[in-house]
């Protein structure tokens, strides 16, 4: 039988047909920004930029965050990072961060084996170790769901910490109603986060460092695709 166009046309439509309903049909990007202000003890002193992309069980978050303390014009504090996720259903595949904390530099890669992840850390120094679990998260503020497990894995120097979240019930934030929550990681000061109570959107993160107090406050979020 010879090749028409009308042949053609009928070989395609079937194909794109059953791909559809094999549910191999594209799947939708969805992109979500939040840009929160930093202050220290009510001070600017920075931001604090997370790119979250999804497409389908798929996830990258691209974490940038800048600030520096000052006292009578000289930096007394300054801090660094820049770190590129990707997640699988909620699991972490892999990370590649890099940090000055207020000049002690960290670099750390984490790979997914399977049933364990491997931790490569460059610096401050060099040295490789494997974490015994098959399904970790990072502190993923963004995904409240997430923060719900028994412990999570610190973006910057690549350790497995406990953690446990607390519902601590409605309130207020900036006349918008929301929902707010304590975290406790084992060994640093509780973090008390802040949701809307419709759409669980990040809305604020408050904790202590050193003699006062972090605050993140949520500037603009967008959602795009």
């Known amino acids: 039988m010879p ?37 220290y ?21 691209r974490s940038e965050a800048d600030f520096e ?19 699988a259903s909620g699991c972490l595949t892999n990370l590649e961060s890099e940090t000055d904390d207020n000049g002690t530099p960290f670099a750390v890669g984490i790979e997914s084996m399977g049933e364990a992840l491997r931790v490569t850390q460059r610096q401050p120094k060099a040295e490789e170790t494997t974490l015994p679990v ?15 497990r028994d412990a999570l894995v610190n973006a910057q120097n690549g350790k497995l910490t406990p953690t446990r979240l607390t519902d ?5 934030l ?13 060994g640093m000061d509780p973090i008390t986060l802040w949701y809307g109570d419709d759409d669980q959107r990040w809305l604020a993160l408050e904790t202590r460092r050193g003699d006062g107090v972090l605050r993140y406050r949520l500037q603009d979020s967008g959602v795009g695709r």
């Open 3 to 39: 090749i028409t166009p009308r042949s053609l046309r009928r070989r395609w439509g079937s194909t794109l047909t059953a791909l559809v309903l094999a549910g191999l049909s594209p799947l939708a990007t969805a992109r979500t920004e939040y840009l929160f202000d930093v202050s």
């Open 41 to 61: 003890n009510d001070r600017p002193i920075g931001s604090h930029r997370f790119t979250v992309i999804r497409e389908g069980e798929e996830e990258q978050v």
């Open 69 to 87: 303390v000052k006292v009578l014009f000289m930096s007394v504090f300054r801090y660094r990072h820049v770190a590129n996720e990707r997640s």
């Open 134 to 148: 098959a399904c970790a998260t990072t502190f993923s503020y963004w995904d409240l769901e997430r923060l719900q």
């Open 168 to 172: 601590l019930g409605a309130t207020s």
């Open 174 to 186: 900036d006349g918008e109603e929301a929902r707010h929550y304590r975290l406790e990681p084992a």
